[in-house]
Structures are given as structure tokens and as C-alpha cells.
Nanobody, 126 residues
Framework: EVQLVESGGGLVQAGGSLRLSCAAS????????IGWFRQAPGKEREGVSC????????YYADSVKGRFTISSDNAKNTVYLQMNSLKPEDTAVYYC???????????????????WGQGTQVTVSS
């Protein structure tokens, strides 16, 4: 059974930090890229960051560049998203997703991903 389980969300003040984790199981981790998406109430799901499990290449949306860092521990089949300098506009439910054979131009397209976690809430207070 494929599972992606997010953890680490919570309530933090603006300027603070959180680290999200995405634990994967049930598929060959090295064959997939893991992406982080977020969805705020009333808004579309948007891509935040992505990492290739095979070569470690990382990608970031412009809105989080310089503040968020994605990393992967392949021995644990786990991907992390370190979020620093958090802003109220970062408030959303954060999801991790696994996708294979992703094209760079479609990294932020949710339908390109095969598996999704249940999400974890991140709330940043001003």
C-alpha cells in the first residue's frame, strides 16, 4: 500500500520556522520526485518545492525561494521541508506528493503526481 504521511505542521508566529516531514512507503522511493504543495482556503493548490530522489535536484516556487529548503533522506524514505521566515501568507494545508517522469515545465501541476498525503496544517500568525 502506498502511503505518504506528512507531519510537523502547527501554529507559528510570523518570522518563525517549522520543519515538515513526508514519510513515504509502498513504492520505490528513488524512482520518484517528491513535491510539496499547499492550499489555502478558497485558493487553488500551488506547488512550493520539489526534489528528485534519484539525483537530489531541488526546485522552488518564487514565493518561497530563499526561505524554504527541501531535503531528502533516502535511507528513511523521507523528505523534509524546512520553512524559515514564515509569513501569514504561507498559511495553508501542506501536502506532499510523489510523481515519476516529471517534466520541469509541469513540476507545479498537481495532476502530474501519482500519490498524495493527507496534508498538514500550517498557520502563521501576524
Amino acid at each position: 500500500e502506498v502511503q505518504l504521511v506528512e507531519s510537523g505542521g502547527g501554529l507559528v508566529q510570523a518570522g518563525g520556522s517549522l520543519r515538515l516531514s513526508c514519510a513515504a512507503s509502498g513504492f520505490t522511493f528513488d524512482d520518484y520526485a517528491i513535491g510539496w504543495f499547499r492550499q489555502a482556503p478558497g485558493k487553488e493548490r500551488e506547488g512550493v518545492s520539489c526534489i528528485s530522489s534519484s539525483d537530489g535536484s531541488t526546485y522552488y516556487a518564487d514565493s518561497v525561494k530563499g526561505r524554504f529548503t527541501i531535503s531528502s533522506d533516502n535511507a528513511k524514505n523521507t523528505v523534509y521541508l524546512q520553512m524559515n521566515s514564515l509569513k501569514p501568507e504561507d498559511t495553508a494545508v501542506y501536502y506532499c506528493a510523489a510523481g515519476s517522469n516529471l517534466l520541469l515545465l509541469r513540476l507545479w501541476v498537481p495532476t502530474e503526481y501519482d500519490y498524495w498525503g493527507q496534508g498538514t496544517q500550517v498557520t502563521v500568525s501576524s
